[in-house]
């Protein structure tokens, strides 16, 4: 027979901290530079792309209407 162990409980009761990524979900409405095999990969598995500027967000379906990050649009020209 297979038991279950009980859930963990630390000491003081309260629960571990978990570091999450900031996620610009579109407050500031912003379009970022990224590396296209990231942007397409995010893009299919719905999750958070980091841009150039070092901000995560998720990726818009047509990101010609918003306005460009100045600090990706830096970055990306003194790439090339």
Avoid: W
Avoid at 10 to 36: K, T, W
Avoid at 43 to 69: E, I, N, W
Wanted: glycine letters at 4%; aromatic letters at 4%.
């Amino acid at each position: 027979m297979t038991e279950i162990a009980p859930d963990v409980v630390r000491p003081d009761g309260d629960r571990p901290e978990v570091d999450r990524p900031d996620v610009d979900d579109g407050d500031d409405d912003l379009a970022h530079y990224a590396r296209n095999d990231e942007l397409s990969a995010a893009r299919k598995q719905g999750r958070a792309v980091k841009a150039l500027c070092g901000t995560l967000f998720h990726p818009h379906a047509d990101p010609s209407r918003l306005p460009v990050c100045v600090v990706c649009k830096d970055l990306a020209a003194s790439y090339r």
